[in-house]
């Protein structure tokens, strides 16, 4: 990826769509790549600002210790938990080979 | 057709929630076609819960706040066995199998939902024109979009279809629309009502909240929907507020900052809007004064990193494996690239690369936190200002509804449209917009009252005295 | 301990993946089973349904902070966040874990061989599903198919994170057992290898003497035992050594432990692994622990396996022998030594204690620990009083542990087992030795090896139910 956050390129573009597997036509890339550096230009007056010593918010919430007790609930039905899949072989969901293992 | 008047007068007997519903019916027939407010309807659905509740009522029972009123669903609200589909190709027929907690209490509060709202696909849009089902007009010119990204509850209810709808709001989707389109709509606090079951855009923006035609409904509504949800662990542990019953308190003494940043690039009609809303509220006892929080100006670009960072998380889901659109490929990983490259749309796309890019190894300080600290800058801001007035005031929007496709080339602009609303999503905090008489354009024109954490009555009795000085 | 060539040393340091014991999942209701049907245990959290919210299993907190307390962590407020990575075991392709504050923070582990060994972190976790793949050859490459059920996915895990304080194979190993007893110990995991309860990753690499700056490493996965472990990490710095003495280097990277074939093989890796685009988890909440939650939870754990062998050594009495040293440790490691600890204190002798817990009780799986103490005090007494032989003992053993308890005297009739006379072992022994005439000649010569060969006759011949200790004496006494 370029060094410069602000100058966004279309090699950044295609990356970002592999990592967030999407596949874009040129035509795409070039459009994409000039409308998200647009919104990246918005973001450099936050870039400008010191902001060293600011905490940053993650969540408006204050709260903390949102806990639920041990205790089974039940699972849904069988018909639920498949009503949806594209495929199912032996009550499992079936998807096409599997390159790689698991990062 | 007010539902507070609708619900007595079911619960009274004096009308059946079957007459009322099928009224409703009647109204989509004759204008859904032009508006396109719905994507589904549930007619049989809701005529048999309509005649259930009748026997009920036949029966003495207490039927609840919201006996028989009609109401639409915003379709990224799950619904047991009824299409959710957030308007896009990669959720198109997907029946939940379960209940959001907002349709578990409007069905024990006697509300019957007649079909799911249109709008812009995840939610991602301010004018309903991302919906990959097509586009909802305004009902007060169907050229001009209702906005979004909640267009269809917003269109719905200003063209009567229904007293009352639900949608969501994460950077003012519930706001803008409302402003739009000429009816009430409320961003609550964040936490105040559940969001299990509301399909997540950014989850620590996003807040479900009412759709009215007047702000006493919009009341009922959300006293209905909020309060305390164990299945949502960002819930706040409050019981639903009191509303209706406090409407008529008026704003004598309540301190009211007119807030300039919040009027800035308004057309002239909507700077005019604002100012007269405050007279009403100055001649009913509120003490103004002007105010101004330059930092809300950072709202837009670092919400514009914040929303989409969640987005590209909280979509990654739709990967063709469990439920949805699959297109399928020689190994999993084409599988889920051309799933989800046919299943969504361009904006959603865009934002789900400018989230992953603003998340990713090497940007993550430069955007996402980055915007983290502005937003924290955001809230102190707003709180140093809440420590001089009770309610700030301002623009719902800068202009009135735009034209349809106006925009649609140039997502930089559309995002301009929100430049108003989204502060208060960054803030967790409680806004809600009014109707206050028309641009010159004869469009609808909405001003914002903004407060702090739980302040949702005092907005309300301030939207109330509004209301009531609002130009016919 | 095995050594490395030319003053090579090796830098381990291990994950472990433990599961914990609650009834339900780290974020929803649905059962914390092993084994289910496939897709049972599944709710819209487990399917990462669209709409659908976790919430935090206190349960797992609780289990969490114990497995902190007794790896000496610093126990902290912490959150969770999201790792993204696409994976079609994970449903919502991204795992909710722990960044850059995990539950539990710095601690450490004494091995007992004296070694420190530092604890960087305990963190909470999801689990993901499981994925079995059909068509092509079976292994994960070449198939056509993959199948996924997700029972599994959303099972509390803690993973545990090792400095990189081990310098042998012996020691990984070391560490690896010690640390699945002090879990279970804990009460939080059952410590299960073989079902994936307990996964062990291994960070290897190597360099020239303990002065030199850390090499480059690797991760080795799929390590399902003790023993691959052992064998796995002992492969990985040969192979480092062989490829740095050849003038190469070291790539960084994932390698799978082929157990049959006994090597480490580079695993296909992805892109987003460097890449998981971790950000706070916006559905959940911080835990802060109350120190008054730490505190019951520090009083509540019961004793650590290295205070056990200290306790049971002063228990023995007098300098162990190496033989019990190793019963002692393997008591422990399994968890049985409380039965030790009870039959010492009702009066067994020690050794026979000991030696029974360790070596045959140990070995009768998990329906020991439904064995009422007294019931197994009983019989020990039995084999203690010389009422039952050794090998009878052992045989009543497994009965009443089959039985979950009962009068082992009982069962013991019921097997027939009575002492033997010496008059009738004296005959059983005329007939041995006359149908033996070359074994009893080479065993009178001094071939003590046959001793056994004798030994296993009268056993066979009496059903087992002659005294071992008496048949010696015998056979001593005819040899003259």
Known sequence: MSENPTSLSEEDVRHVARLARLTLSDDEVGRFTEQLRGVLDLAADLEALNLDGIEPTAHPSELSNVLRTDEVVASLNQDAVFAAAPKIIDHRFSVPKIVGDAP | MSALRTAQDVADGERSASEVVAESFRAIDQRDAEIHAFLTLQREQALGEAEALDVRITNGENVGPLAGVPIGIKDNMCQIGEVTSCASRILEGWRPPYDATVITKLKAAGAIAVGKTNMDEFAMGSSTENSAFGVTRNPHDPEKVPGGSSGGSAAAVAASMVPLSLGSDTGGSIRQPAALCGVVGVKPTYGLVSRYGLVAFASS?????????????????????????????????????????????????????????????????????????AAVLQGAGAE????????????????????????????????????????????????????????FGDEVKRRIMLGTYALSAGYYDAYYGQAQRARTLIIQAFAKAYGSVDLILGATTPTTAFGIGEKSGDPLAMYQSDICTIPTNLAGHPALSVPFGKGVDQMPIGVQLLGPTLSEQRLFQAARVIEQGAPA | MSTLPNGWEMVVGLEVHTELKTQTKLFCGCANAFGSEPNTNICPVCLGLPGSLPVLNEKAVEFAIRIGTALNCVIQGSSFHRKNYFYPDQPKDYQISQYDIPINGIGFLDLPDGTKVGIERAHLEEDTGKTTHVGGSGRIHGSDESLVDYNRAGVPLVEIVSAPDIRSAEQARGYAAELRAILIASGASDGRMEEGSMRVDANVSVRKGSDAPFGTRCEIKNLNSLRSLQRAVDFEALRQIDLLEAGESITQETRHWDEDAGRTQTMRSKEEANDYRYFPEPDLVPINPTQAFIDEIARSLPAMPAQRRVELIAQLGGDPTQAQRDQLMAAVELNVDSFITGAIHAGVTPAIALARTANELAALGDEIFSLPLDDYVALLKLEDAGALSATQSKAVLADLVAAGGGDPAALAKQRGFEKLDDGSLDGILDEIIAANPDEWRRYCEGDDKLTGFFTGKVMAATKGQADGKAVNAALRTRKG
Not at chain 2, 234 to 248: C, E, F, G, I, M
Not at chain 2, 249 to 256: Q, S
Not at chain 2, 308 to 335: H, I, Q
Request: with cysteine.
């Open chain 2, 205 to 277: 923006l996003d807040q479900i909240g009412p759709f009215a035609n007047n702000v006493e409904d919009a009341a009922l509504l959300l006293e209905v929907i909020a309060g305390h949800d164990p299945k949502d662990s960002t819930s706040l542990n409050q019981p639903a507020p009191s509303l209706v019953a406090h409407l008529d308190h008026g704003v004598r003494g309540l301190r009211i900052g007119i807030c300039s940043d919040l009027l800035q690039g308004a057309s002239d009609d909507v700077a005019t809007a604002v100012a007269q809303a």
């Open chain 2, 288 to 343: 103004l004064s002007e105010i101004s929080i330059p930092e809300l100006g950072l709202g837009l670009s670092a919400y514009y990193l914040i929303a989409p960072a969640e987005a590209s998380s909280n979509l990654a889901r739709y990967d063709g494996v469990r439920y949805g659109l699959r297109v399928d490929g020689d190994d999993v990983t084409a599988m889920n690239t051309r799933s989800r490259t046919a299943g």
